[in-house]
């Protein structure tokens, strides 16, 4: 593994249906730490990709009259489109009927198999479709119902195949603590950790890995006329994206196979079961690294429910992005929800955060800036002035320029997106605030010009760096302002912190006035 190498995972998501806001949360809050850690230089891997097999696929094919093949085929291309025109930069995209997956947890199987961990037996439980889960008597609800997503199971009674769980149950609790010890927590946040970590110490059964009432997913490589369990299979697209078993044997090779183990599998908090304990066990039991960290992140509320399809309440990207933008989409959800926690979203709020701090504070302020650049100073970027010169106010943005990318890494560090933006939102302000009392306008009218272009560039390199730090988030609109600064290309920093150290405004360079970047939107009712 090269040292800096970080690889960085969404949940595979089911192609049953199209993608929606809940399964697009996952990929954008992943998409801004991928975009931020290459802007710190990191040699990222960012993976999503599609859970193709299982029943409740193969369920979707026959209600739509097709086969599994052509249903998963047909809805690929449905989740690629979203993930193009919400701008997220994955470097692969797996799908689990690959050749180089379904070969690769083939190999991993296998291994298990050879090292004792597999053994045939006979199931006989509950199963939860939508959620593809299994479920004992003792732990449905009152009425039978499936305990996470309260719909109604199927009983199962199946000669299968299984994976030694209970084995691992004390080697998972000394290594949830180990981590903690280590000050990088297995389980991400708290809240999920305990809620894991009595779920183990409550004790853990064998896991049935196989089934036979129906045939489209991997078949057993010791057992053909077994399939795969879909959560085995899907959980294995870690490890087979990045070339496990690609030759044949149990081990990674080819060119992605230094960026395991992955410094963070990112899950929404109803699958952090299958991650933070079967997964664990899985690469324990086949000798390999463990992912460093898996965080879960909560549920998205529309009138205090989950937005799910079966609950008939989601809203489609296309027709977010459509009214405010891309960019404004991503910002909204980074910035209204805490990352770890349920948010409940709104069209109102929705609103509220574009006009408030899109379109006045940001958008504002960078439009004002281009026009007084063009009125007062021609169109060019000014000298900056030496800090001996600087005032009390200037100094109160050098300040705060030069402490943000610092508060701006601690909080991604803790993947905490909304402390992340009020970071440079802090910054934004204060240069609202600083433009308003230097009053360029009264500057010019009093002939006041070296004042006058002083406070002008202190304020455009106060832009530059804010666009730094907003790029993970609004890509486009970054790009964008750098381009009106006529500086290079934004998508191209890979130090941020040299990037963002005070004196990047390139003297002379044209700046562009250009249309608003965030035009206000009136609508209020949404
Ligand atoms: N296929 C499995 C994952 C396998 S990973 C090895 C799966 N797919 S899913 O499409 O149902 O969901 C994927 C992710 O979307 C989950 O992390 C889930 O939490 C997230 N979301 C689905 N609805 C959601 C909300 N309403 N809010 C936030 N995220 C939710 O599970």
Known sequence: MTDNSYYLTTPIYYV??????????????????ARYRRMCGDDVLFLTGLDEHGQKVAQAAEQNGTSPQAWVDSVAPKFLETWTMLDISNDDFIRTTEERHVRGSQVFLQALKDNGDIYQGHYEGWYCVPDETFWTDDQLTEDRLCPTCGRQLEFIREDNWFFRLSAYQERLLEHYEQCERAGRPFIQPETRRNEVVSFVKGGLKDLSISRTAFAWGIPLPFDPEHV?????????????????????????????????????????????????????????????????????????LTKGEKMSKS??????????????????????????????????????????????????????????????????????????????AATDSDSTIHARAAGLPSAYAAAMDSLDYAGALEAAWDLIKDVNRYIESEAPWNLSKAGEDQRLSDVLATALEAVRIAALFTAPVMPETSAEVWRRLGLGSISEVRDLDAAASWGGLVPGAPVIKGDPLFPRIYDEEG
Request: aromatic share 14%; proline share 6%.
């Open 16 to 33: 049953n249906s199209v993608p929606h806001l809940g399964t697009a949360y996952t990929t954008i809050a992943a998409d801004a730490l």
């Open 228 to 300: 795969m369990y879909v959560w085995f299979d899907a959980l294995l697209n870690y490890v087979t994206a990045v070339g496990y078993g690609a030759d044949g044997t149990p081990g990674f090779s080819g060119p992605a196979a230094h960026y395991w183990p992955a410094q963070y599998h990112f899950v929404g908090k109803d699958i952090i079961r299958f991650h933070c304990v079967i997964w664990p066990a899985m690469l324990m039991a086949a000798g390999l690294p463990l992912p460093e960290s898996v965080f879960a992140h909560g549920f998205l």
């Open 311 to 388: 609950r008939g309440n989601v809203m489609a990207p296309a027709d977010l992005v459509a009214k405010f933008g891309v960019d404004a989409y991503r910002y909204y959800f980074l910035r209204d929800v805490q990352f770890g926690a349920d948010g409940s979203i709104s069209m109102e709020g929705m609103i509220q955060r574009y006009n408030g701090d899109l379109a006045n504070d940001w958008g504002n302020l960078c439009s004002r800036l281009f026009n007084m650049t063009e009125k007062y100073l021609g169109g060019h970027a000014p000298e900056l002035p030496d800090a001996a």
